[in-house]
């Protein structure tokens, strides 16, 4: 059975990371979407929100799973036999940081980071700026997807 696992914050998840689970779902057998546990960071959504989330926007596909993980990604893996790591790249900014990563994690435990160049329609879109443009008032409700934007609203009560 051919895995792979899409690492990530999620907080929340966008119609960009939906693109690129759903492509990775065509080409892998079951797909682990894994949320980051950062003790260091709180967002704007609990990780069991971000789970919940992810798990209502990605039944559609079938063979997803949402998962959570915390320390480091390869120690995820490697407990979930999970060869392959697949990334969304967005733009050329994206790419310094992921191709070290995607070495690193490669020369830890031989886990193989896949790239996928992200749709155009999302090549500007993050959680970040997505949470940043809500809090102002901004329409974001083309980006996310409409359960994701019913608790935008509720939680910075647009
Ligand atoms: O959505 P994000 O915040 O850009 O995702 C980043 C993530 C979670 C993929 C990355 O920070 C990560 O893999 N963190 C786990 C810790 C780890 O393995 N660090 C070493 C990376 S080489």
Same mark, same amino acid.
């Given at each position: 059975?051919?895995?792979?696992?899409?690492?990530?914050?999620?907080?929340?998840?966008?119609?960009?990371?939906?693109?690129?689970?759903?492509?990775?779902?065509?080409?892998?057998?079951?797909?682990?979407?894994?949320?980051?546990?950062?003790? !260091?960071?709180?967002?704007?959504?609990?990780?069991?929100?971000?789970?919940?989330?992810?798990?209502?926007?990605?039944?559609?596909?079938?063979?997803?799973?949402?998962? !959570?993980?915390?320390?480091?990604?390869?120690?995820?893996?490697?407990?979930?036999?999970?060869?392959?790591?697949?990334?969304?790249?967005?733009?050329?900014?994206?790419?310094?940081?992921?191709?070290?990563?995607?070495?690193?994690?490669?020369?830890?435990?031989?886990?193989?980071?896949?790239?996928?160049?992200?749709?155009?329609?999302?090549?500007?879109?993050?959680?970040?700026?997505?949470?940043?443009?809500?809090?102002?008032?901004?329409?974001?409700?083309?980006?996310?997807?409409?359960?994701?934007?019913?608790?935008?609203?509720?939680?910075?009560?647009?």
């Amino acid at each position: 059975m051919r895995r792979a696992v899409c690492p990530g914050s999620f907080d929340p998840v966008t119609n960009g990371h939906l693109d690129i689970i759903e492509r990775a779902s065509r080409l892998y057998d079951e797909v682990v979407v894994a949320v980051l546990i950062n003790k !260091s960071k709180s967002g704007l959504f609990t990780v069991d929100e971000r789970i919940e989330l992810l798990s209502e926007t990605t039944a559609v596909y079938g063979n997803v799973v949402i998962d !959570s993980f915390r320390g480091l990604l390869v120690d995820f893996c490697r407990a979930h036999e999970v060869p392959t790591i697949v990334k969304g790249l967005r733009a050329v900014s994206d790419f310094d940081y992921e191709l070290q990563m995607a070495q690193m994690n490669h020369s830890l435990a031989g886990v193989e980071t896949l790239f996928m160049s992200t749709n155009p329609t999302y090549s500007f879109l993050s959680s970040s700026l997505v949470k940043e443009v809500a809090t102002w008032g901004g329409d974001v409700s083309h980006l996310v997807p409409p359960t994701v934007m019913v608790q935008l609203r509720e939680r910075i009560k647009l």
